[in-house]
């Protein structure tokens, strides 16, 4: 790690306190006792007459520390800036990606070697262990090699495999000195440590369960109480799909299906890699609740480990009793931290600073806005008015009252899954028509639409894709540093959509629905596959698009804490899921919060350090003030 020394403005004063940081530094003193034709080294901290402060220039510096010890104020202060520990420290290392030799390219360490992971986490009996970091940090190679799917080389590998051909036990006990871990693998080569595992890619269900309905693959898996098996089936709701196939089955719904499958399994061992994706908030809450009672046993005298990622801040918090950071260079290196605290590890990861290793990974803080923003659009000019609109499916009806949408606005709209959504949208974008009876006139105007289900159907590159579907050629760079660089596509322009990840893929559409020149975009689910980092840039690009555009934008969204970071406004969908759905709404933000929360029956309240929300535990004494108050929604600074 790189050393630095920074200097507190707030407690700095040189004006009175004799600048003893100067004299004292050992470049000054030798300075001194140089001969006068002799010439004298630069000092590295000195008092900056055009700025009226003292500045540190870090080229100079020896980094002695003294400045910091003589300090009679505590302003100099040190901090270690991101690098990567010593490579004797890896404990997995994937091979180096194949690249073209070309002549003239400029060779740098990186080129010598793939994805490097230095760590693992703790395995805690009876605790939720929340795994918080950026995609392509190491989260998902961590639960593989805990799960034994890959197992750990520490570096050693030939060059065509990122495992080893024949397991060294020495090597092992060598890299690792605690007990549990080392005994979490011995049981697992010896077969008697059974690991559950639910992946963050699902389609692969497909092939393995073709032509089986739910119900029947859930009871053939099943070796746990019946208590605890029909626990599993209320919370995730399997009842809804049981009779179903997993083809048949949506997005959400598979995803429901993979979590239970794990959960129905008794192990020893619980490894659960993005759960919330494509589920509501009313189902990640209940996702929340059955983990803790996973970790705790279920009434049994036994407790088990649970490991979650999960980019969803807000339930992460909730359903974490510990967390582990990862930090480093996305794709590069990725670093474990030791166990943390739930509201201090989250809050750390947000401010880009570790407090504990003293490790600043981050230049800049990720920050939510604190106040609720209830503008009044009385005087506002209307986009769209509508009166009561109808939809119907078999099995499956919408009804959405008279409404009204205005210009400019960011329309949240929020709700369980099943209850007419993507439908309404499907509406607005002239995808769908309503039945005949709704007082709707279809939307003349332009709409660009980004679908919830996204797919790789496309031969060719990321550039040719957007140009084609949202019939924009403007790659300048205004356009990119507005729109593409902020989201990290300008990066992979060239690379064919078929090759790329889902937080990639999903990434291209939203750039291909924003750059189409609209009057109204419609985004389905955008936070999909995306980490923290990119979920708060999407709602940063998204507003700059709609204010650039002057245009109105529709956003379906389940992770709350875009939705209070994006919306103006929020339409409520309720009902009963795949049965019927209705509307209340649109309403202005405090009101529809406190309205969604209360159909959710949990309290929110903002994190005093970084803004952010967070769900507040059932029954506490702020969650009882806030009912008390009728405030579900947190109230603003």
């Known amino acids: 790690m790189k050393k630095i020394f920074l200097i507190d403005y707030d407690l700095c004063s040189p004006s009175s306190c004799g600048s003893q940081c100067i004299k004292q530094c050992p470049i000054t003193l030798t300075n001194n006792r140089k001969k006068s034709h002799v010439k004298k080294a630069p000092v590295p901290i000195r008092f900056k007459k055009s700025e009226d402060r003292m500045i540190i220039i870090s080229e100079y510096c020896i980094y002695c520390g003294i400045c910091l010890n003589v300090c009679p104020r505590n302003a100099i202060y040190s901090i270690y800036l991101l690098d990567e520990p010593e490579l004797d420290d890896r404990t997995h290392e994937y091979p180096k990606k194949d690249r073209k030799i070309v002549q003239d390219l400029k060779h740098t360490p990186e080129d010598d070697h793939g994805f490097r992971l230095f760590g693992l986490p703790t395995l805690l009996p009876g605790r939720v262990t929340g795994l918080c970091g950026p995609n392509g940090i190491g989260k998902s190679t961590v639960l593989n090699i805990l799960s034994g799917d890959?197992?750990?080389?520490?570096?050693?590998?030939?060059?065509?495999?990122?495992?080893?051909?024949?397991?060294?036990?020495?090597?092992?006990?060598?890299?690792?000195?605690?007990?549990?871990?080392?005994?979490?693998?011995?049981?697992?080569?010896?077969?008697?440590?059974?690991?559950?595992?639910?992946?963050?890619?699902?389609?692969?269900?497909?092939?393995?369960?073709?032509?089986?309905?739910?119900?029947?693959?859930?009871?053939?898996?099943?070796?746990?109480?019946?208590?605890?098996?029909?626990?599993?089936?209320?919370?995730?709701?399997?009842?809804?799909?049981?009779?179903?196939?997993?083809?048949?089955?949506?997005?959400?719904?598979?995803?429901?299906?993979?979590?239970?499958?794990v959960l129905v399994q008794e192990a020893d061992c619980y490894l659960i890699d993005e759960p919330c994706t494509f589920l509501d908030v009313k189902k990640r809450i209940k996702l929340a609740e059955l983990l803790q009672s996973r970790a705790k046993g279920f009434g049994t005298k036994r407790?088990?480990?649970?490991?979650?990622?999960?980019?969803?801040?807000?339930?992460?918090?909730?359903?974490?009793?510990?967390?582990?950071?990862?930090?480093?260079?996305?794709?590069?290196?990725?670093?474990?931290?030791?166990?943390?605290?739930?509201?201090?590890?989250?809050?750390?990861?947000?401010?880009?600073?570790?407090?504990?290793?003293?490790?600043?990974?981050?230049?800049?803080?990720?920050?939510?806005?604190?106040?609720?923003?209830?503008?009044?659009?009385?005087?506002?000019?209307?986009?769209?008015?509508?009166?009561?609109?109808?939809?119907?499916?078999?099995?499956?009806?919408?009804?959405?009252?008279?409404g009204t949408i205005f210009e400019g606005e960011i329309l949240g709209i929020v709700g369980e899954n099943g209850t007419g959504k993507s439908t309404f949208a499907k509406i607005l974008a002239g995808k769908i028509k309503p039945d005949e009876k709704s007082e709707f006139?279809?939307?003349?105007?332009?709409?660009?639409?980004?679908?919830?289900?996204?797919?790789?159907?496309?031969?060719?590159?990321?550039?040719e894709f957007i140009m084609e579907y949202s019939q924009n050629y403007d790659f300048s760079e205004p356009m990119k540093?507005?729109?593409y660089t902020p989201l990290g596509v300008d990066s992979f322009f060239d690379s064919l959509v078929r090759d790329l990840s889902g937080g990639q893929l999903q990434r291209v559409f939203i750039c291909t629905c924003l750059a189409k020149r609209a009057e109204l975009y419609i985004l389905d689910e955008p936070s999909a596959y995306l980490d923290v980092e990119e979920r708060l840039h999407i709602s940063s690009v998204i507003r700059a698009i709609t204010k650039r555009m002057s245009a109105t934008t529709v956003v379906i969204e389940h992770d709350l804490a875009i939705v209070d970071a994006l919306s103006d406004r929020l339409f409520l969908f309720t009902g009963k899921p795949g049965v019927h759905g209705k509307t209340i709404g649109p309403l202005n933000k405090r009101e529809g919060m406190n309205e969604f929360?209360?159909?959710?029956?949990?309290?929110?309240?903002?994190?005093?350090?970084?803004?952010?929300?967070?769900?507040?535990?059932?029954?506490?004494?702020?969650?009882?003030?806030?009912?008390?108050?009728?405030?579900?929604?947190?109230?603003?600074?």
């Open 303 to 402: 407790y088990y480990p649970v490991l979650v990622v999960e980019h969803d801040l807000a339930i992460l918090d909730y359903l974490s009793d510990v967390i582990h950071l990862f930090y480093g260079k996305p794709h590069q290196f990725g670093v474990i931290t030791k166990v943390q605290s739930t509201k201090g590890g989250i809050n750390a990861y947000l401010n880009g600073f570790l407090k504990t290793e003293n490790i600043q990974f981050r230049k800049s803080q990720i920050s939510f806005r604190r106040s609720v923003g209830n503008r009044s659009w009385e005087n506002a000019r209307i986009f769209t008015k509508y009166g009561r609109i109808t939809k119907t499916f078999e099995g499956f009806r919408l009804e959405v009252e008279p």
């Open 597 to 637: 929360l209360k159909i959710l029956d949990i309290t929110f309240r903002r994190d005093e350090e970084t803004g952010r929300a967070r769900i507040n535990k059932k029954d506490s004494s702020i969650d009882k003030r806030q009912r008390a108050n009728n405030e579900y929604f947190y109230a603003p600074k």
């Open 441 to 463: 006139d279809s939307i003349e105007r332009y709409v660009s639409y980004k679908p919830q289900y996204i797919t790789r159907d496309y031969d060719g590159t990321v550039q």
């Open 481 to 483: 540093q507005l729109l």
């Open 150 to 261: 890959v197992w750990p080389n520490f570096g050693e590998m030939d060059e065509q495999s990122a495992t080893k051909t024949k397991f060294d036990w020495r090597t092992l006990f060598d890299h690792m000195r605690e007990n549990e871990m080392r005994t979490h693998f011995k049981d697992m080569y010896d077969g008697s440590r059974k690991i559950a595992y639910k992946q963050q890619v699902l389609r692969v269900l497909f092939d393995e369960y073709k032509g089986i309905k739910v119900e029947e693959i859930l009871r053939k898996q099943k070796n746990i109480d019946d208590v605890f098996y029909q626990e599993v089936l209320e919370h995730l709701d399997i009842h809804a799909i049981a009779k179903r196939e997993l083809q048949q089955c949506s997005g959400g719904e598979l995803q429901r299906f993979a979590i239970a499958s």
